[in-house]
């Protein structure tokens, strides 16, 4: 699976990207807005896991992007903040699966394999 992760903390993106290609799948790893952006002008992904808040906007905006452009991909928001009603609504709508933080490697692990079966 070919999976954009956009999230700002290094340390969380480089351990979520080391588990994510371990198990297989090719990650592209984006750490503002703006990088996310183009990945998402360049490249199509089968997976777009968004944070909540990074740097020059929101991952709600992303996927709201990618969601016209991106064909048939999947998204995982993800937030260590409790979400708005507007925000919960716009991720019930769009069928995006929400993953809070903290979170657990093997929950990222089994919501994968949810969506790829």
């Known amino acids: 699976m070919k999976i954009l992760l956009i999230e ?4 969380l993106s480089d351990l979520l990207g ?10 592209t790893v984006a750490r503002d807005y703006e990088e996310g952006l183009n990945q998402l002008e360049t490249e ?4 777009i896991m968004a944070d909540m808040t990074i740097p020059g906007g929101n991952g709600i905006d992303l996927i709201d992007y ?3 452009n991106q064909g048939d991909s999947k998204y995982i928001v993800m937030s260590g903040y ?3 009603e507007e925000q919960r ?3 019930d709508e769009w069928s995006c699966l929400f993953l ?12 994968i394999q949810s969506i790829n079966e």
Do not use: H, Q
């Open 18 to 27: 080391y588990i994510l290609a371990e198990d297989g799948n090719e990650v």
């Open 66 to 68: 990618a969601r016209g």
């Open 89 to 91: 609504k716009l991720i």
């Open 8 to 11: 700002d903390e290094e340390a």
């Open 100 to 111: 809070s933080k903290p979170f657990r490697i093997d929950e990222v692990s089994e919501m």
């Open 82 to 84: 409790e979400l708005t």
């Open 44 to 47: 199509e992904f089968d997976l």
